[in-house]
């Protein structure tokens, strides 16, 4: 090959890949800037009187101490229905059956419920929950919406979790007279806590992210939650509503803060965990 | 001469595991014609013995290990004839539950695993799900089958320690002191030491030898100088079929079929 | 060893762990279909007495007066959702390259779990920074009242990188090292080979990690609502406002009754079915490659 146009392929290819450098150092610079931005505008007013206490004034004042404890609360309902029924389908697909019809229908009704958009389980918890069920706009609406939507989530990766499990323990316990359940309850959950637990994380994040299906299930209400039935307000449909409203832009930065920050902190603690046990 | 010190001498008339014609086929999906795994095995094993099955490759020996105590049909299902008989009692048959079976015979598999829990957990797993509890009692059953495996005096000061830490030796011997919790009158050994240095597979070999009175064992190894080392009979597998069997002396010195004297003699493998 | 004999109620136990286990696995087909019964069964008999090309093809969006057509909305949701597309996928592309073929571990290392960061955050909190400054930018520079198409195709297109950075990066590490080597050995740059080797024996799972961009642009509902201007009109140029099938539902759930709530869940009806049919489309294509 001729020398100049060697060098000139070569030249090409260098300001290529400079090219995806410089793109990936935009993103990376993105997402610092993103939360560093907020975290400027919003970090004053954060503080443990923030959470602690109740939001004055429509929420331009005070905390959000009602709105944090409906948020947890939310997340534990939703978690509490949505992790037992995805194990207990992974469980099956992975152990119980041969792939088959059965096998088919259930992944594809799993995938089907991955690809909807959560304002149509809004619609749907509305209609059902909310209105058909009569439970009102409430945290148990909701609860239960947020459990379909994040359902595919852990569905698939508790399956990926059980999938990597040896086989040869399973025949190992097998081998000590252990029958199917306790061998899949005994040994092979357990070698699969770490994926299954990291589903379960991705799908809190999304929980505390969800806002569109929120709103249309659990309501608006700023009150302290006493049961289960009242209506509530998450952390992100507070942060939507001061955002949008134009109620109070200071509050929004805070409220957006601790809404990263609580989801960050979820996060990179899931993957230190995980990281320590392996 | 280790050979000389094996005097085989069956303790009753009774075999404690007998095989009738037993053959088997794998089940395969993709249709064409399939080569049986086993054709048409009888042999009898006699408690108090090592019983070493040797052979080439692919020649069903796992198999036939793993129909002994009903493993095979968990994952691999296939056609099976033919019966197995465990001291006289078929144990395919309806009532013999396979649970139960699997304490009675216990396995060791080639590749030596420890489950993701202390010694001491890996050790009771199978007697706590035969419904055995009490902490003196389980305490004696670790001490005992540790010691039958020669691992006592190594992990005795550390018994809460993840087993998954042990070398591959170490969790050999615990997967037969595992085994042993359970006080099988028959263990089945699937080629125990293809993933071990010499010294551990020493140490499993003491074992076999040091445990045989009170658990007959079944090896199923491709190393015939082991076999010849511990087994006090030996079978010989050919592509599903059994071509010899008998006493290990007289296998090794003076086969009955050409076939058992070219592969002991190593002129295949 | 004795042991208790318990055969027949633990054989009995075991098939009734099955069968429950059975019934739990049928849950995601439960709820979807609980879903579409809900869903359609309100929507659909409006989108017939209106009249299907009236409600699809419809410009007049009055549903207090009886009038529901949601043109402007599908056309909306498509602009934006290809709109986000044009911008998500090439950068997407440019990085999972960069990181697949061309980084150093470390920086791979590094990056992988940031841009993962990046999909934790939530939507709202985009379509927070996307009025805060997208918009104020597209006013300033660009014109119009900021509030446009090309605002929310610029923070769509950024809310799905993640999604189509991380299928693509794993479609890309997946393709044999030894494609690289002998696209190399044919003297190839490792530019060239990347694009002209690598890329195509990766296109299925890249096409997989467009769709599931697609999907996640087309579902979006509170952040677009905060940058998209939500006037009901046709853009006819990226600057004007619009609104999309998800934020006219959201906009008016609040206070909808009777035929008007019926229409909004006809709207749902006919972005679960625009979804459905975009899916199966794309697959259709990855297939047949």
Known sequence: ?278 | MIIDTLQPTPNTDHPLLKTEHLSFTYRFRLGGKVEPALTDISLEIFPGTVYAIIGPSRSGKSTFLRLINRLQEISNPGDMEGKIFLENKDIYSDDYDPNVLRREVGFTFDKPQALDMSIYDNIVFGPRLAGISGKEKLDELVEESLNAAFLWDEVKDRLTMNATRLSGGQKQRLSIARSLALKPKLLLLDEPCSALDPISTANIERTLLAIKSRTTCVLVTNNTKQASRVADFTAFFLMSKLIESGPTTKLFMNPSDQRTDDFISGKFG | MPLPEQKNGLRLREKRIRAGLLMIAFSSILVLTLIIIFVFKEGVPIIFSTGLSVFLFGTKWAPTKGSFGIFPMIVGTLQVTFGALLIGVPISIMVSIYLSEFAKPLTRKIMKPLIELLAAIPSVVFGFIGVIVIVPFVREHLGGTGFSVLSASLMLGIMILPTVISITFDSLQAVPQSYREGALALGATPWQSTIRVILPAARSGIVTAVILGMGRAMGETMAVIMVAGNAVVIPTSPLHPCRTLTSNIALEMAYAAGDHQKALFATGVVLFVMIFLLNIVATAIVKRK
Not at chain 1, 34 to 62: C, M, T, W
Not at chain 1, 201 to 207: E, M, S
Not at chain 1, 250 to 261: C, I, P, R
């Open chain 1, 1 to 278: 090959m001729p020398p100049e146009s060697r060098n000139r392929n070569l030249f090409w290819n260098n300001l290529f890949i400079n090219m995806s450098m410089l793109t990936t150092l935009a993103v990376a610079g993105l997402l610092l800037a993103i939360i560093l931005y907020l975290v400027y505008h919003g970090a004053e007013k954060i503080s443990l009187d923030f959470f602690l206490a109740n939001p004055q004034d429509l929420g331009r004042s005070g905390g959000i101490f009602p709105i944090l404890i409906s948020t947890i609360l939310l997340g534990i309902v939703s978690l509490a229905i949505a992790v037992p029924l995805g194990i207990g389908t992974a469980i099956f697909l992975t152990e119980y059956t041969k792939e088959g019809w059965t096998t088919t229908l259930i992944r594809f009704g799993a995938e089907c419920l991955a690809g909807i958009p959560s304002i149509i389980f809004g619609l749907f918890g509305f209609g059902l929950f909310v209105v058909t069920l009569g439970m009102g706009w409430s945290i148990i609406s909701g609860g239960l919406t947020l459990a379909c939507m994040v359902l595919p989530t852990i569905i698939r990766t508790s399956e990926e979790a059980i999938k990597s499990v040896p086989k040869v323990l399973r025949d190992l316990g097998f081998s000590l007279g252990a029958t199917k359940s306790q061998v899949v309850w005994q040994i092979v959950l357990p070698q699969a806590r770490n994926g299954i637990f990291t589903g379960v994380i991705l799908a809190l994040g999304r929980v505390l992210g969800e806002t569109a299906c929120v709103i249309f299930t659990t309501g608006i209400s700023m009150e302290m939650p006493t049961s289960l039935f009242d209506s509530a307000r998450s952390m992100s449909v507070h942060f939507y509503l001061l955002a949008r409203e134009g109620i109070s832009m200071e509050m929004a930065y805070s409220t957006s803060v601790a809404l990263v920050g609580m989801v960050l902190i979820i996060n990179l603690g899931a993957n230190f965990l995980i990281a320590k046990k392996a």
